[in-house]
């Protein structure tokens, strides 16, 4: 069993979410988990380290090939090699999906409130941003939020060629059901929308099951662009690796054509890490789940007993928690809670206009760290 107990201290590093606020502050903003990597992933960057020259690489072969393997032994859906693209991070993924799509001036749709470089990567390629508002509600007493049909059907209109959809959703916590994502892909096919979908969090699902949006059906597949990573699972975002599936192959040029002479290859030792966090790595992933339920279920326990007046989700994937903070009628929430609590959470505001009002707190820490951070929570309100 792995110790996610173990306190790790991260000031002493290059670590951007313990160095970017002062030192007295605790940071529980940025989606970045501060456990240890996995052993294995560790001792396979010493190695590749150890060998002394890190001249260009390329594509490794056993990590697309495991890659396929993975999708097919968890979700039954066959991908060749030639389908997997690789990508230096996920984000440049989801930017070139703009810069491939349409023309300059159409719309991209996304729904909000949704992870910020959403918003910003459709003007980033010249493109409009287009914004289908998720609908918040309250299931068994947590937020929760549902899909418009009918004003996502309508936000689809002739210029908007593609759909950046984030599945498992940051930062409201959960995945889509089989139901909402055919709902959704009909819509965009009866449009010729293509869809990109960022499934960065699907291996951190804490109930059910994930299901990518490509394996629906092949005809679905053949109109999505599926980008994943084993950067926030593992601890590795700082190495820099993603991917994208792509089974249109069309698509797939266009996709290619759009990251020529801008996107560089995936870095040497990101692809050593990626293949040794998916090839020795699954128990470590199984005991962090549990950790992460486990974290979950304290830090809502604890809002819902001691901090009434802010509503919680009750995330079912990701390892972060989305907070309503209105009825505490403060106005700036991320500034009262730096300012009295010293404590840094990820203002609301940034995720699109219907963030007003709410902050993102990252449960990916050890107990101890997150207990502190309710702690000045509550005080910080009491006071």
């Not at 396979?44 to 056993?62: C, F, I, K, P, T």
């Amino acid at each position: 069993m792995s110790n996610f107990d173990q306190a790790v201290e991260r000031r002493n590093t290059d670590s951007i979410k313990w160095n970017h606020y002062e030192a007295d502050v605790l940071p529980m903003w940025i989606a970045d988990m501060d456990f240890q990597s996995p052993q294995p992933i560790i001792d396979a960057l010493q190695a590749r380290v150890s060998e002394g020259h890190y001249g260009y690489g390329h594509d490794n072969q056993e990590l697309i090939e495991l890659i396929c393997e993975r999708m097919q032994r968890l979700y039954q859906w066959t991908v060749h090699p030639d389908e997997v693209i690789s990508l230096p991070g996920l984000v440049s993924g989801f930017n070139v999906a703009c810069r491939a799509i349409g023309e300059q001036g159409d719309a991209v749709l996304v729904q909000t409130p949704v992870y910020p470089p959403f918003l910003s990567a459709p003007t980033n390629q010249q493109r409009r941003l287009n914004i289908a508002e998720l609908v918040l509600q309250t299931s068994n007493g947590f937020l929760d939020y549902s899909i418009d049909f009918d004003d996502f059907k309508k936000k689809i209109q002739d210029k908007t060629h593609l759909f950046i959809l984030c599945h498992p959703h940051n930062p409201i916590g959960r995945g889509f059901s089989e139901s909402e994502l055919t709902q959704m892909a009909d819509i965009c096919l009866q449009n010729n929308t293509v869809i990109c979908s960022d499934e960065i969090h699907c291996d951190l699902i804490l109930e059910g099951e994930h299901q990518p949006f490509a394996s629906l059906s092949p005809e679905i597949a053949q109109q999505t662009i599926s980008l994943f990573a084993p950067s926030k699972t593992y601890n590795i975002a700082g190495l820099g690796y993603s991917f994208a599936i792509i089974q249109n192959p069309q698509l797939k040029r266009l996709y290619k054509q759009a990251m020529s002479g801008i996107v560089s290859y995936a870095n040497t030792l990101s692809v050593i890490a990626s293949l040794a966090a998916y090839k020795y790595c699954d128990d470590w992933l199984q005991d962090l789940i549990i950790y992460l339920r486990e974290n979950r279920d304290f830090a809502v326990n604890y809002i819902q007993q001691k901090l009434p007046q802010i509503k919680t989700t009750n995330p079912t994937a990701t390892y972060l928690l989305w907070l309503d903070c209105r009825e505490l009628a403060l106005d700036h929430p991320h500034h009262f809670f730096l300012n009295q609590a010293k404590l840094a959470l990820s203002d609301g505001k940034t995720f699109g206009q219907t963030g007003e009002g709410f902050m993102r707190l990252n449960f990916g820490c050890s107990r101890q760290v997150l207990t502190e951070s309710l702690d000045r929570m509550y005080q910080a309100v009491q006071n």
